[in-house]
């Protein structure tokens, strides 16, 4: 994986396959205390001290098309190769948090990549499930920015037209690129 | 962006989707599946993923649905492509990178030709 987004998009699978109804991933870029946090958080069945701590090889997996389950150990890597770490808490029947955090300038960290094309992908492809995605970031002398989207109101608004209809395509992908691009400022508390 | 803004937007968007959809004549059930387990996104099912969206709001086709799937044992041959057009059987493709999945878009999807070069004997 080269990308971070890359990474969200591949656990983030975890959380499908566990029955989760509501996933929220969060991505925050805390610059005054030069960090980088992903998050993905589910409501979907989690796992036994047991499991949770057998996900962490990467010999281990639920799946039976192949013998090895990479998602997790890769972004564990990727995170301590960049001053970082992987936190995972987990509970059986209630969810699963993991979150991944990067030294923002070590020179090791992977770029954070297209998070737009990462949303709007999930979003697509997996229309059952809530989805709230937010992308926060604190500047150098503290300012706040963020991008929030929970699909509650887009889905109410678009009933029974898909997703996938080219012109809600556009309107999604353009809401993204924006959002994460240009991040709208918060007021200061 | 102003959200009240965007929704009022999303409402416009619906609107001339629905009437799309009813001037458009019904072509059957159009399914596009996207494997994208580990291998499939370190393989760039991603990408893949972007294009087909792309290639679905450029020449405005309506009434597909596009879906992914997870690693389904062949990884070798990521990333994989499954289309399912009406009563039809599946077609799997595989090595379907940006480029051969707009081949396959065009080809298979708007003209019902199995592009055979990337076709996996399942």
Redesign the interface.
């Known amino acids: 994986m080269r990308e971070i987004a890359l990474h969200l998009l591949d656990i983030v699978e975890n959380s499908v396959a566990a029955h989760s109804r509501n996933i929220c991933i969060e991505v925050h870029e805390n610059h005054p205390s030069d960090l980088l946090l992903a998050k993905v958080t589910d409501d979907g069945d989690g796992m036994d001290e047991k499991t949770a701590h057998q996900i962490l090889d990467p010999f281990y997996t639920t799946r039976t098309t192949r013998k090895v389950g990479l998602g997790i150990p890769l972004l564990k890597l990727a995170a301590e190769m960049a001053g970082g770490g992987l936190s995972l808490i987990t509970e059986a029947g209630r969810g699963t948090r993991v979150e991944a955090s990067f030294r923002f300038t070590h020179i090791d960290r992977m770029p954070l990549g297209d998070l737009a094309v990462t949303f709007l992908t999930l979003l697509v492809s997996h229309p059952h499930i809530h989805w709230t995605f937010i992308y926060q970031v604190q500047s150098e002398d503290g300012q706040w920015s963020k991008f929030k989207f929970d699909d509650v109101e887009t889905k109410a608004v678009l009933g029974d037209v898909p997703l996938t209809e080219p012109q809600v395509l556009r309107h999604l992908r353009t809401m993204f690129e924006e959002g994460v691009s240009a991040p709208s400022l918060q007021p200061v508390n | ?1 102003p ?1 009240i803004k ?2 009022e ?3 416009r ?2 609107d ?3 009437l ?2 009813k001037m458009r004549a019904e072509s059957g059930n159009i399914q596009v599946i ?1 494997a ?4 499939g ?2 393989a760039g099912a ?1 990408d893949t ?2 294009s087909i ?2 290639y ?2 450029t ?4 009434g ?5 799937t ?4 062949m ?1 070798e041959q990521e990333p994989i492509l499954e289309v399912v057009m009406g009563e039809n059987p599946k077609v799997v493709y595989g090595r379907v990178n940006a480029e051969v999945a707009r081949q396959i878009m065009k080809q298979h999807v708007q003209n019902g030709q199995p592009v055979k070069d990337y076709v996996l004997p399942i």
Do not use: F, H, P, Y
């Not at chain 2, 994208?36 to 291998?39: E, F, K, L, R, S």
């Not at chain 2, 997870?70 to 044992?73: A, D, K, T």
């Open positions: 962006m959200a965007s929704l937007e999303l409402k968007v619906r001339d989707a629905l799309k959809r996207v994208m387990g580990t291998c996104i370190a991603r993923m972007k969206l792309s679905i709001e020449n405005n086709l309506g597909i649905t596009v879906t992914q997870g690693c389904i044992g990884c």
